[in-house]
């Protein structure tokens, strides 16, 4: 009878152990939902974060863009005035002051013997 005892105790606290064991894995796997979930939801939120610093990054380099264009387009625009002042007289002489370093030395050589206008 004694054996019968201790037979009956040893199943009822290897169902006990097995109990345990199902409550724990499922306090594990609980755990784990909630883990997941806080890993899902905190993976969110960078996503988030990136996408708004992409924006402002974004549309930070469209204005920095923009106000380069502006001023290299008013860069532009005062340099063709400044340069459209420039009389016709200083324009010519300009030209004639280079045109003998452009020319050939010896105008024969070039298969002609005109002059330039204006031209030493």
Known sequence: M??????????????EIQEKLREEKSKSLAWLEEVKKEAEEELAREEERLKEY???TAADAEAYA????????R????????LTGISDETLTGMVLKYI???LPADSSAAGGSEKVQGAP
Not at 2 to 15: A, F, G, N, T, W
Not at 76 to 81: D, G, N, T, V
């Open 2 to 15: 004694m054996e019968k005892d201790i037979l009956s105790r040893v199943i009822e606290v290897e169902r």
């Open 54 to 56: 992409y924006e402002k």
């Open 66 to 73: 923009g106000k380069q264009a502006a001023e290299l387009l």
């Open 75 to 82: 860069d532009s625009a005062l340099e063709a005035e400044r």
């Open 100 to 102: 003998p370093g452009i």
